[in-house]
């Protein structure tokens, strides 16, 4: 909460700088102004470590991914909710490399904390038909399958639908 404040009290004073230097005359020092108060700003809605974690999420670097991500302490307290919601999906992400079982939880979680995009959503219940299959709950994984289909609009996850589709008439 403390971190919150600081960054707030921040913009301001940066933003309050600003217009002094504009007062004054010096519009380029009032220009960088606003620009350093724009970039603390968005920090305070964007976490610069979950920021990190999707950078090396993309590069296929788990393990930096996962250390950006445990640099958050108290996840719960520090982050806005929809913040939450990724941190909870990118650490299933992350822990289904390792183990399914806290995986499951963690994406059901940040479905139900509330990802934003479709895109994001898609994503996450593909993982969950992913887990769901590799758990040989057919049933469960069609049926996320069918909101995956949903939800993918602009059609980036047909391949992986169709590989999972392909895995579940094995089972």
């Known amino acids: 909460m403390l971190n919150k404040i600081i960054r707030l009290a ?4 940066f933003f309050g700088l600003a217009i002094w230097q504009f007062v004054e005359g010096n519009i380029g020092n009032g220009i960088m102004l606003v620009l350093l108060a724009g970039l603390v700003l968005l920090t305070y809605f964007r976490n610069e470590n979950m920021l990190l974690a999707f950078w090396y999420l993309r590069k296929n670097d788990m393990a930096k991914a996962e250390k950006s991500l445990n ?7 520090s982050l806005l909710q929809g913040q939450l919601a990724y941190w909870y999906m990118l650490q299933g992400m992350i822990q289904s490399q390792t183990g399914i079982g806290k995986a499951e939880s963690l994406m059901r979680k940040a479905l139900s904390t509330g990802l934003r995009q479709k895109h994001d959503q898609a994503m996450a219940k593909l993982q969950l038909a992913g887990i769901a299959v590799a758990k040989r709950r057919k049933r469960e994984a069609t049926v996320l399958l069918t909101e995956v289909k949903k939800l993918d609009d602009r059609g980036m996850l ?11 008439k094995r089972i």
């Open 10 to 13: 921040l913009t301001a004073l």
């Open 158 to 168: 047909k391949d992986q639908i169709k590989m999972l589709k392909d895995q579940m």
């Open 71 to 77: 640099r958050i302490k108290n996840p719960e307290q």
